[in-house]
């Protein structure tokens, strides 16, 4: 296979510095000596906007060479299902390399009503509007985890919009909120710094990387039995691309995320990796 001879570019649909944005980084570092050949290199290419779909549509405007992929995750999903976008995620992309399946986490403030899981419950409960949830749109993993709170506890939760998840965190660090759903890895430093507080996990059951942390849908399986909500964010390659590259691309990649070297730069985003 005469591939690659230049450097890749990896089309990452959101700002520097976000969860997909710090693991695809952590994972090029990580890749083994001697799988890819001297003088290429695998290049971060930000492109932010529309929730993921500007950097998603100009990646599908590249040639199907492999030497254009694109960081993918469930947002595409929920955008394709509210008619936001005509690109169906499991036939426009093949997936390479898991960069993370995690819960997402409902996170409060370190102190106060809603400081745990059941504090939060029982304000919710308490009547309509009762709690505030920051969001980055209705259409979002957080926005879809509040509209089923609210139906599943029939008490209406307010929703406040943010720009980005960074920006939902420090709502609930400064009051404006009472809690956000986020994925972890984006709070992990104020978790550890205790500005804020992680009070459940939205899986069917407690997360091995987030042990002793509760699970809502097993606190609470009347309401909340079928709450199942996951972050899963992967690269991907051009559906058209010669599966040789693909195979080439998926092997090298994840002998990245198998190296101890993911391991160690991931641990500080309190998740797991997973070839």
Known sequence: LDFPKSNITCVIPYGAGGTMDALSRALFESIPDGLVPSGVNFVVENIAGGSGLVGAEQGLTRKADGYTIVGVNGDLIINHAIGATEIVLEEDFVPIVCLQDEPYCLVGPAAGDCSTLEGFVEKLKSGDNAVTVAITGLGSPGGLATVALSDDFDSQIKTVTYDSSNDCALAVVTGECDAT?????????????????????TTAEEAPSLPGIPSIAQTYPEECGDLNLRSVCFLGALADTDPAIIQWLSETLNAGVASDSYAELTKPQMMIPKV
């Open 181 to 201: 759903f986020i994925n972890v890895s984006g709070v992990a430093g104020q978790i550890e710094a205790g500005t804020l507080k992680l009070l459940a996990v």
